[in-house]
């Protein structure tokens, strides 16, 4: 229930040797870009199951209010933010202003070069030359094009150049709204068998709900977080040459992605142990968090494609805006789990090879074997036994023989009389006899003229000629018979 599209079948040759890439999220992105209120709305009351965030709290998640940040009215972090503004006076194209792609696309450039350089021991711990790293910064903020791999800069040089640009943007890459529900995650922890919280960290839902927090982020910010958690993943993986652990990495750069802005250590004294914790899990399983989770997937190619199948996580009511009709909101009576979904198409496609089954069934030749099978069929239930979909005709029944001379005296005399027996209905039905005896009726007028006597007369005469024939019959044709 993973992945929406396993595979692609491509009838054209020229095509087969090149790889096809489907994007899993296709559908989470275009709601993002075409309903955004839709497509936060439906996130955030996501984001609510899991952690728990009170009016205000989820107010500044989702924007309605200013974010309420630790030690905004002490007077030592006044006189902190003033001096940081001071520093951040001027600002260039891309240092000290706000996060754009053309600040991406210049940063990129530090984080590619980072890549091919990962055995430098203390990378990101050790600082570089300050004079290497004005004039890369200059650069940086003219436009101008730097050629990394001429041996000019050091990948300390470059490291720290990074940490700065983060450290001088306006806002932590995370954004200020979303630091209290960052402190929410970390609280996130297992629960014992009677129903207690344990100490121990509930990884899959860690994981979920920063999910679903990177989904809501400004489309920037998620992009440079993607491409920097990646760098300090790989970054990590290479601990036993430059000696830097996630945990050591998380150290150097929560300041910089996660606390607020213009605060002190004091200001964070209690939960800076979450923080950094918090950036330590994010290195660690940063190549989960920017897949949309199952469910988000779902909704997401409902709300397009329209499909009957519902599903949901934890009976959940997936929210909807109120306005829109595209998405329709989920019933306030729990949905069916993920199982329930495939049982029902299990049924569907249980129900339409059945009906394959019964129109092959339904165009074999007429024989014992396909009434065998037909006879089957009418044992199912109505529901299971597509009968109603493909009309079935009687097979014609074939007249036999029952004697030989009953062949012949069809064949000479035509349909031989047969006396029907009195029905249980008052009026009789008239007697079937044949053409001799219908011209003596006539003659005589209504059966009722006959008597017992001229009927066995008739019938005898007719016994004595057909002995006559059949004794010609045989004794001049035989063979042929």
């Known amino acids: 229930s993973d992945a929406i599209c396993n595979f692609v079948i491509c009838n054209d040759s020229s095509f087969r040797s090149q790889p096809i890439i489907f994007n899993p999220d296709f559908f989470v992105e275009k709601l993002r870009h075409e309903k955004p209120e839709v497509f936060t709305e439906l996130v955030v009351s996501n984001i609510t199951r899991l952690i728990d965030l009170p009016g205000a709290e989820l107010a500044q998640l989702m924007g309605e209010e200013d974010p309420k940040l630790p030690g905004a009215n002490s007077t030592a ?35 590619e070069y980072l890549h091919k350089n990962l055995r430098a021991e203390g990378l990101f711990r050790v600082p570089g030359n300050s004079i290497r790293q004005q004039i890369l910064k200059d650069a940086l903020n003219s436009g101008t094009d730097i050629d990394l791999d001429s041996g000019e800069f050091h990948s300390n040089d470059v490291a720290t150049l990074l940490k700065m640009f983060l450290g001088e943007l306006p806002e932590p890459l995370l954004t200020h709204k979303h630091f209290h529900a960052h402190l929410k995650i970390a609280d996130l922890t297992l629960f014992d068998e009677k129903g207690n919280k344990t100490s121990t960290p509930d990884k899959e839902r860690q994981i979920e709900a920063l999910q679903l927090l990177f989904l809501i982020l400004p489309a920037p910010n998620r992009s440079l977080l993607k491409l920097l958690l990646d760098l300090l993943y790989q970054t990590a993986k290479k601990q036993d040459k430059n000696k830097m652990s996630a945990h050591n990495l998380a150290l150097m750069f929560a300041p910089h992605i996660l606390w607020p802005r213009n605060v002190s ?8 142990t979450k923080l950094n914790n918090g950036v330590t899990f994010m290195i660690k399983h940063s190549q989960k968090l920017f897949k949309a989770p199952v469910y988000i997937r779902e909704c997401a190619r409902l709300h397009y494609l329209g499909s009957r199948a519902h599903t949901s996580k934890d009976d959940l009511d997936l929210l909807t805006s109120s306005g829109s009709k595209e998405l329709q909101p989920l019933k306030s009576q729990k949905r069916s789990r993920l199982d329930s979904c495939h049982q029902e198409e299990t049924q569907q496609r249980t129900e339409e090879a059945l009906k394959e089954l019964f129109r092959h069934v339904h165009n074999m030749p007429d024989s014992a074997k396909k009434k065998k099978l037909i006879r ?21 029944r074939r007249a036999r023989s029952r004697s030989f001379s009953g062949l012949i005296k069809r064949k000479v005399l035509g349909t031989p009389v047969i006396l029907e027996r009195k029905s249980r209905d008052t009026t009789p039905e008239p007697a079937r006899v044949s053409k001799e005896n219908v011209q003596l009726l006539q003659k005589c007028g209504s059966p009722a003229h006959v ?19 059949r004794t010609l019959l045989l004794s001049k044709d035989s063979s042929s018979l």
């Open 265 to 272: 250590t004091n200001d964070l004294q209690e939960n800076i």
């Open 77 to 111: 972090s006044g006189f902190f933010r003033s001096l940081m503004s001071l520093k951040r006076k001027e600002k260039g194209v891309v240092f000290g202003s706000p996060l754009t792609e053309e600040g991406i696309a210049q940063v990129s450039q530090l984080i």
């Open 376 to 396: 089957q069929f009418n044992k199912h239930p109505t529901a299971l036994t597509p009968g109603s979909d493909v009309p079935t005709s009687p097979a014609p």
């Open 451 to 469: 008597s017992q006597a001229k009927l066995k007369t008739l019938e005898g005469r007719k016994e004595e000629s057909c002995r006559r024939m």
